[in-house]
């Protein structure tokens, strides 16, 4: 087997055969390295959102939600959109981030993070970018 230097993952890799002998690990590392990574690679590109979208992931990161009120408490700002996703402003409004939120497992997925623009075009409910 011939290896390669890391890269960051993508949608063409084939990460349905990773496997550490734990399902619910596995689950939850696939799910959390392509949500860490689609954050921060928006914010090298757009370095106005690297320090509110760090912010954001520690509040959700040390978060211990168990229901959409208590995303509206910590986040007044945030819009509730259905019972699992919600929209946050980033960066003073400017731009949006879309969160679909699995209370029992404590999993946060990152549907979408773009301009105020970019979600205008979008449908927040089924949009799946990353």
Do not use: C
């Amino acid at each position: 087997m011939a290896l390669s230097a890391p890269a960051p993952i993508s949608t063409h890799h084939q990460i349905g055969d990773f496997s550490s002998g734990i399902v619910s690990l596995d689950e939850w590392l696939k799910r959390r390295a392509l949500a860490n990574q689609a954050t921060g690679a928006y914010a090298r590109v757009h370095p106005e959102t690297s320090v509110p979208l760090e912010r954001w992931y520690r509040l959700v990161k040390a978060a211990n939600w168990t229901s959409m009120d208590d995303i509206r408490h910590a986040a007044p700002r945030s819009k509730v959109l259905n019972r699992d996703r919600v929209r946050f402003e980033v960066a003073g409004g400017n731009y949006r981030l879309v969160a679909a939120f699995d209370f029992r497992r404590q999993i946060v997925f990152v549907k979408f993070v773009g301009s105020h623009a970019e979600y205008d075009v979008i449908d927040a409910l089924t949009v799946a970018k990353f």
